[in-house]
């Protein structure tokens, strides 16, 4: 089975902090995802990645950064954490871009209070 | 760029009842189609997709879902429900150029599925 891990469950961070969101996957999968979900919005893309060291803007990019060093792991920046970042975020990763491979497999989340 | 409305942000049934949760999406190109489940404290999972083919897609544990083209809808339905239902429900879609979407979803806001015994 496809496994997506992130690092923490629950961060509690101060305004102000960088905050670093850690993502590992162990299925060689090409494409990796950041997404923030908050009620009544549903998920939101902040950033993805198709390749090591490529990365593309999402749709609420603001305030985030993002790392690709190696295929397995994608990195969540935030680099000045403020209260309304406080949220539940997820990672994600598929094998590639037709069909079946766009099915993407979620890690827990992570949930992020900033105070 | 497309769009993904669900309805109804929540949805209560009894157990044993038929329950149908509404998805409709905006796009002028093909897409793929997707309902993902979320049970509480944990990450997301397929239930279903559409990509190509039969426009009824079914999953292992009785839920199924039509793409209908026309209305660009994509409900997900179940005719008996459990208690073990009650989960928050997403549906996603990833915009298809030339069989491309480098797996990128657009989701809806969730509705959230309570099954009372």
């Known amino acids: 089975d496809v496994k997506v891990t992130q690092s923490s469950r629950y961060l509690v961070k101060r305004t102000g902090e960088k905050v670093f969101l850690e993502c590992v996957q162990d299925?060689?999968?090409?494409?990796m995802f950041w997404y923030r979900q908050d009620p009544g919005l549903g998920l939101r893309l902040i950033y993805f990645s198709y390749d090591v060291k490529m990365k593309e803007k999402g749709d609420i990019p603001e305030g985030y950064s993002v790392s690709r060093e190696k295929k397995e792991r994608f990195s969540l920046i935030l680099e000045s954490a403020s209260t309304n970042q406080t949220s539940m975020y997820l990672c994600?990763?598929?094998?590639?871009?037709?069909?079946?491979?766009?099915?993407?497999?979620f890690g827990q989340g992570t949930r992020l209070t900033v105070v | 760029a497309q769009s993904v409305t669900q309805l109804d942000s929540q949805v209560p049934v009894f157990e044993e009842a038929p329950v149908e949760l509404r998805c409709n999406y905006s796009?002028?190109?093909?897409?793929?189609l997707f309902w993902y489940v979320q049970y509480p404290n944990q990450g997301l999972q397929l239930l279903l997709k559409?990509?190509?083919?039969?426009?009824l897609v079914e999953s292992i544990n009785g839920f199924e879902a039509e793409f209908n083209k026309s209305q660009t809808s994509f409900h997900l339905r179940k005719p008996s429900v459990h208690i073990s239902d009650t989960a928050e429900y997403f549906c996603?879609?990833?915009?298809?150029?030339?069989?491309?979407?480098?797996?990128?979803?657009?989701f809806g806001q969730g509705t959230i599925l309570t099954v009372h015994p």
């Open positions: 994600a990763s598929s094998f590639g871009w037709t069909g079946d491979q766009t099915e993407a497999f």
């Open positions: 559409y990509l190509s083919g039969s426009t």
């Open positions: 796009s002028s190109v093909s897409v793929y």
């Open positions: 299925m060689d999968h090409e494409n």
């Open positions: 996603a879609v990833s915009v298809t150029a030339g069989g491309t979407s480098y797996g990128k979803l657009t």
